[in-house]
């Protein structure tokens, strides 16, 4: 019990010397003249290496660019931005604790979004009571189109859960009634937030399109150890294998599909699969493996916008959430520059309006114009589906056998 | 399928061993409650990634080098940091609350410096991933790697601490300290050299991890949890109680993912370690403390 006490003691010390830390860091002068841009984010904890790779650099790399270019054009002057920044330690009583200090105390004038749904869904609500506008980038909710009309400001990017069961699906479908395939489909999710929505979604939706689901579990958050798992789907006979996990999750399962050699006709991994880590990892491997996102290299926008990511960050951006993730920022820029002035009201209500030009094209924050599913073929990560997407390829099938590990 | 199933679930709990090893000889015989532990683990596994793919250096050569400079690190570790809370410890009680306090800094300056060199990204790289068959079920290579090195790690000091002098020593220090002193053993080179020892195996739990998981900077605590619990079960200060824990959690949870259900693996973790503890408090093979 001493024990546990002192435990207790030393915790809060250091969460008091991480509050007074950051605490210091919002304090610093509140220069006129700027436009202050606020941020919570998972810099550290669990949801580090998301906010690592679809949000952070991201994040980073708008503001140096508008900096760069002289800052944002607001009526006939040009202001730069001020950036404070908070490590919500990816837990969301952190997440909100950091938002209210944004608002109340460091009163910056626009609050990005953070990383993930669950802290999403929780800074939600304080982002609206106190007026600002909510685009979040990285949240996955089946609720999406209630949310943003209780919380009128918010905008959430990825949509929902069931438009990518419902895409990929209507995809599979297609296959099946050419023959390609048969109609025992294997899914596994990871327990947490996107695996149980895209699970729930998912089963409704194959089932739907009559598809058997010969093997239908999901596994623990963190575990990576999934050989037993893919052992056991391999003996079901599923031409199509659906995986709605994580990035530890997608790549431990990738290697050990690799190892049993486990080459189903269709191999569906989640979250993991657009990152550039994907490739690095497997090479030649990753040829023909399936997930969410995608994104039209051809399109010089896109194309850009990687070379630049690469040039700013060091490595390419994920081929998924970050692309949405940029077309927010781009539009916010010109929301502001339409507006003519800092105010947010105004602000908030050209975001509602639209019509903002983008890497994805004519955008609104919330738009679904984006590729819902897509695959790896010959080093990119190029959109599948929805198939009458402009620049949608045709699908690499079967996929072809692993080549083997190193 | 059982036989995959208990295959896969031994070569998982081989990592489970490997990685608690190293724990249970600094709690055991140094004392020492290391809450960094898994930090230090979660080093090697960086450190390996730049061997492996700044300069080419597999890794199991790389323990050649990594290994020898865990155990400095470790020992300077414990002559800087936790000497002076041994030397003023009034009982075991009072050592084990501040070093407990003391490791829960030592975890956050680690975690630091590895996100300002790292940042939060994953990290994995490929290597000897090629599937082995034994007995009719294909296993990763490294896998193997990582099982052989923990039986042999658990066999051998399992025979150095009961047949050899030193071994002895460090027995007699797990014991009782103050005795120890009376038969002429250096209690604190002992206590010292058993927590580098630990920190030697730590480098190389997360050196062999690192070629089948994928890390991150934020992902120590989740080896110290796992460590933790082997070592408790398998009774603290042993060796070979920690190699028996970890392949029965590997074991059990293989056999459930398999004819239960994936999602209970955790819980099955907790259960047997709830059993254990009720059953046998200080463990699979620790001695009922007078």
Not at chain 1, 171 to 185: A, E, H, T, Y
Not at chain 1, 357 to 375: A, R
Not at chain 2, 165 to 180: E, K, M
Not at chain 2, 244 to 264: F, K, M, Q, R
Request: hydrophobic fraction near 50%; glycine fraction near 10%.
């Amino acid at each position: 019990m001493q024990i546990s006490s002192r435990l207790r003691i030393a915790t809060l010390a250091a969460a008091t010397t991480a509050l007074i830390g950051t605490a210091l860091l919002g304090a610093q002068a509140q220069a006129q003249d700027t436009y202050r841009i606020g941020y919570a984010i998972s810099k550290t904890g669990p949801g580090a290496p998301g906010a690592n790779t679809s949000t952070i650099p991201n994040y980073e790399m708008w503001v140096k660019e508008v900096n760069d270019a002289g800052g944002l054009k607001v009526g006939d002057k040009m202001i730069p931005i001020e950036v404070v920044e908070y490590d919500d330690r990816s837990s969301s009583e952190e997440a909100v604790r950091a938002i209210e200090r944004l608002i109340n105390q460091d009163k910056v004038d626009f609050i990005l979004s953070p990383w993930g749904t669950g802290l999403n869904l929780a800074v939600a609500p304080i982002l609206d009571r106190a007026g600002y506008a909510h685009l979040a980038g990285t949240a996955v909710s089946d609720k999406a189109p209630q949310l943003s009309k209780r919380w009128k400001n918010s905008y959430w990017l990825l949509g929902t859960g069931s438009q990518y069961a419902n895409e990929l699906a209507t995809f599979l479908d297609q296959l099946k009634s050419d023959g390609k395939i048969n109609n025992k489909v294997a899914m596994i999710a990871v327990a947490d937030g996107f695996g149980i929505e895209l699970s729930n979604a998912g089963r409704k939706a194959l089932e739907k399109h009559d598809f058997e689901l010969v093997y239908d579990k999901t596994y623990p958050l963190g575990s990576q150890d999934l050989a037993t798992i893919v052992n056991e789907i391999k003996s079901l006979g599923a031409d199509t294998f659906v995986a709605f996990s994580y990035p530890p999750g997608t790549l431990g399962l990738t290697e050990q599909a690799r190892v049993l050699n486990f080459n189903p006709k269709i191999f569906y991994a989640g979250v993991g699969t657009a990152f550039p880590l994907y490739k690095d990892r497997f090479g030649a491997d990753a040829e023909g493996v399936v997930s969410l996102g995608g994104a039209s290299e051809t399109d010089p926008k896109i194309a850009d916008y990687i070379k630049r990511h690469i040039a700013f960050a060091g490595r390419e951006p994920d081929r998924w959430a970050s692309i949405v993730n940029w077309a927010s920022l781009q539009s916010l820029q010109q929301a502001i520059e339409r507006a003519g002035s800092t105010d947010r009201d105004a602000i908030n209500a050209e975001l509602a309006k639209g019509g903002f030009d983008t890497i994805l094209g004519s955008y609104k924050p919330g738009d679904q114009n984006f590729w819902q599913v897509g695959q790896w073929q010959d080093g990119k990560f190029v959109g599948i589906a929805p198939t009458s997407m402009d620049g949608a390829q045709a699908l690499i099938f079967p996929k072809p056998d692993w080549k083997g590990a190193q | 399928m059982l036989s995959y199933a208990v295959f896969s679930g031994i070569t998982l709990g081989g990592m489970y061993a490997l990685v608690a090893m190293g724990l249970t000889l600094q709690y055991g015989v140094s004392r020492i409650m290391n809450l960094a532990y898994g930090e230090l683990v979660v080093v090697a596994s960086f450190a390996a990634f730049v061997l492996m793919t700044s300069a080419g250096i597999n890794p199991v050569i790389g323990l050649l080098i990594l290994i020898p400079a865990s155990f400095a690190l470790n020992w300077a570790i414990y002559r800087i940091l936790l000497k002076p809370l041994v030397a003023r410890a009034k009982n075991r009680g009072m050592l084990e609350v501040d070093s407990i306090l003391a490791t829960f800094g030592l975890l956050f300056i680690v975690q630091g410096v590895l996100l300002v060199w790292f940042g939060g990204n994953y990290y994995s790289y490929d290597f000897m991933n090629s599937a082995v068959n034994v007995f009719g079920a294909a296993i990763a290579a490294n896998r193997l790697v990582a099982l052989g090195f923990a039986v042999v790690i658990g066999l051998g000091f399992y025979l150095i601490l009961t047949r050899t002098r030193i071994g002895t020593a460090l027995r007699a220090v797990a014991v009782d300290p103050q005795s120890a002193r009376l038969v002429a053993i250096d209690v604190n080179f002992a206590a010292c050299f058993a927590f580098a020892l630990g920190g030697a195996m730590a480098a190389i739990g997360g050196v062999l991890v690192s070629m089948f998981l994928t890390f991150s900077t934020s992902m120590g605590v989740v080896f110290t949890m796992k460590a933790l619990i082997v070592v408790i079960m398998g009774g603290v200060g042993n060796i070979l109680g920690a190699l028996v824990a970890g392949l029965i959690l590997g074991i059990a949870e293989a056999l459930v993912a398999t004819y239960i259900d994936p999602g209970l693996t955790i819980a099955v973790t907790y259960v047997i370690f709830l059993l254990v503890l009720l059953i046998k408090p200080s463990g699979l093979f620790g001695r009922a403390t007078s």
